[in-house]
């Protein structure tokens, strides 16, 4: 999107820390010379806020001290007379909180709409006015067919339930009106349920189709809500935010209402988003439907306080279709087409399941880290100078475990440092490979082929056989890799085994039948007294509750099998035989393995006694984690760059 004669544009913009608001601004930003005020109750938050979203400069934002809740939105004569200056309106603002009870409701929207219009009011008498911009939800009636309109409104009216929508629509009702009586353009966006952005689908918004999903982790839909001819209309925030950057920009406005949701016809219906749904978070598919009104009137009736399931939870599944037509004649005038949600929703489904988990954040964890994704993988971590640190994590963690060594390694080198959630683990959608091993490493490898140039690949536990297995069948010479305490068929439990060979689901709901006290007892075995109690009491607690994800302790259970139930014929060589050497490939670049010696789960693989530099520490199996410091010291003097 090029920057226009958007320099003239000053916005003044509601909601601006919120899911849709952050995204905006961001776009604001990067694509225009738009002036923004902004309407927050706290100026440093609202810093923080959008800084840590990605948003990189605030040249052109001006804070303003508010809120839609207070009479004159709380403004003092200063600024009041500062957003009047301003000639496009955007109002975003309103807690998504499907909950909330109708006092606090009617607080927060109606009183938010009457003052907004107020100063629509204000600029328009002297003529200043170009465009007032109005985000409210897909399912208001205003805009929409005579008939629709009506249902809707009997539907809503007096229900405590539906405070939260029905404040919203009426707050639509009065700017409509308000608009036509004083007579400017007027443009109504309606996001359908949003969802995060391309390519990642962080989805910070847990209350949309965050609801469906948790309901699908804890095992309590096992029906699909409405059937077949129900479906939950889905958008990303950044088509969401592209759309109303679009309209600020927009010279000559035209009265609109854009419901920003695909055609009903081109899209999951609720039968098929359950089954994605569910393959995404390895359970069983729905058995048959129930009528929504019946779900409905069970959660009402007792089933939220049983399940946690709010009866609202369903208010946005619908049998409806919606006129489109505006919208696709403005996604024309953006030249643009509706992206495919169907793509998106394995990345979304995964973030939202490890969003959703009951975890203590990682001891010491940083937290000004960013997210990509590379191929099919989440990355954490930060860019940088020289060649990346690639990093896969091992069994019993996921990516944010090891922040503190990336935050660590990137210290001492200066360098990038990415660290990968693997399939199914962490915010990584699973793979759909029928061997649990290759999908691991196929996966890696479209990582891999994704970055140019030189890297240092580091793999911890099973990690590290994924990460020898990718770099060996990339063929690549410029990937210097460094094993941590690699583990593939080198176990020693044979108690462990004979489990393993029970079926998947057994050993599923044992290893979620475990208790956060025994993790922790397994963590400190072998530490000998060294370590923090409270790191790895929080790490006992973090895999506790990794458990509570079907999809990771899945995939948890597929490596497990792996290393213990054997990995196929080789020719009579052993996994580290046949992929710890690379002799074969012309990589002669220095390799490191690192070998914790109170390991009692496995032994050091003879495979790699030859042709790696070899650091022997004295921890057990998780030290990258626990001994994230040492670790670090370690790879960077390996790096030649400690100094």
């Known amino acids: 999107m090029e920057k226009t004669a958007s320099a003239k544009t000053t916005l003044f913009m509601t909601g601006s820390t919120g899911f849709i608001g952050r995204e905006t601004v961001k776009q604001l930003v990067e694509n225009t010379d738009i002036h923004m005020l902004l309407l927050v109750r706290s100026e440093q938050r609202a810093r923080t806020v959008l800084a840590s979203y990605g948003v990189k400069s605030f040249e052109r934002i001006t804070f303003i001290v508010g809120d839609l809740s207070l009479q004159g939105l709380g403004l003092a004569q200063r600024e009041h007379k500062l957003v009047r200056e301003s000639n496009v309106i955007l109002h975003a603002g309103g807690t998504m909180d499907i909950t909330l009870e109708r006092e606090k409701a009617e607080r927060i929207f109606m009183n938010g709409a009457r003052e907004i219009a107020q100063l629509a009011q204000d600029i328009q008498v002297s003529g200043a006015l170009r465009h007032f911009i109005h985000v409210v939800g897909f399912m208001s009636p205003y805009g929409q067919e005579i008939e629709q309109q009506e249902r809707m409104k009997v539907s809503h009216a007096g229900s405590q339930e539906s405070a939260y929508e029905e404040m919203k629509f009426q707050a639509d009702a009065y700017i409509r009106e308000h608009a036509k009586q004083y007579g400017y353009p007027l443009s109504v966006v309606n996001p359908s349920t949003v969802v995060g952005p391309r390519p990642t689908g962080e989805t910070e918004q847990t209350g949309g189709i965050g609801l469906l999903i948790g309901a699908v982790q804890k095992g309590l839909m096992p029906v699909v809500p409405g059937g077949k001819s129900f479906w939950l209309p889905l958008v990303e925030n950044d088509v969401v935010a592209e759309t109303l950057v679009f309209l600020a920009r927009d010279e000559a406005p035209l009265d609109g209402t854009y419901p920003l949701l695909a055609r009903k016809e081109d899209s999951p219906n609720m039968k098929e988003l359950l089954n994605l749904i569910t393959r995404e978070l390895d359970v069983p598919k729905p058995a048959g439907s129930l009528p929504l009104s019946l779900i409905q009137r069970l959660l ?13 939870s369903l208010a946005f599944v619908t049998d409806r279709t919606f006129p489109v037509h505006e919208t696709e004649a403005l996604l024309a005038r953006m030249g643009r087409s509706w992206p495919d949600i169907q793509e998106q929703l394995p990345f979304i489904t995964a973030d939202l399941d490890y969003r959703l988990l009951p975890k203590p954040e990682a001891e010491r964890s940083p937290t000004d880290y960013i997210r990509v994704r590379k191929g099919n993988l989440a990355m954490l971590g930060w860019e940088g100078e020289g060649e990346p640190w690639v990093i896969v994590h091992g069994l019993l963690q996921c990516a944010d475990d090891l922040l503190p060594l990336g935050a660590q390694l990137r210290r001492l080198t200066g360098n990038p440092v990415w660290i990968i959630d693997m399939a199914g683990f962490g915010r990584s959608p699973i793979h759909l490979e029928h061997d649990a091993f290759i999908g691991q490493v196929n996966a890696l490898a479209e990582v891999l082929a994704a970055i140019r140039g030189p890297l240092r690949l580091v793999g911890h536990s099973v990690g590290a056989a994924v990460a020898a297995a990718a770099v ?63 790191s790895v009491t929080r790490l006992g607690q973090r895999v506790y509750a990794y458990f509570r994800s079907p999809r990771i302790a899945g995939a948890h259970v597929d490596l497990l099998r792996w290393i213990h139930l054997g990995q196929g014929n080789r020719r009579g060589l052993s996994f580290w035989e046949e992929y710890g050497s690379f002799t074969k490939t012309g990589n002669t670049s220095d390799r490191l393995v690192v070998w914790a010696a109170k390991d009692r789960e496995y032994r050091f693989p003879s495979g790699l006694q030859a042709g790696y530099k070899k650091v022997e520490v004295p921890y057990n199996h998780y030290f990258p984690v626990l001994e994230y410091e040492h670790t670090a010291e370690i790879l960077a003097a390996w790096a030649g760059e400690s100094g």
Do not use: C
């Not at 009402?300 to 609202?312: D, H, K, T």
């Open 300 to 312: 009402s009736l007792g089933g939220s306080r049983i399940s946690g399931i709010p009866a609202q």
């Open 472 to 534: 060996k069948q990339s063929g690549r010479t410029d990937i210097r890799t460094a094993l941590l305490q690699p583990a593939a068929d080198n176990a020693r439990d044979w108690r462990l085994k004979q489990i393993l060979r029970l079926p998947r689901r057994m050993v599923r709901a044992l290893l979620r039948g475990r208790s956060r006290q025994s993790w922790t007892r397994m963590f400190n075995t072998g530490s000998g007294g060294q370590i923090n109690d409270s």
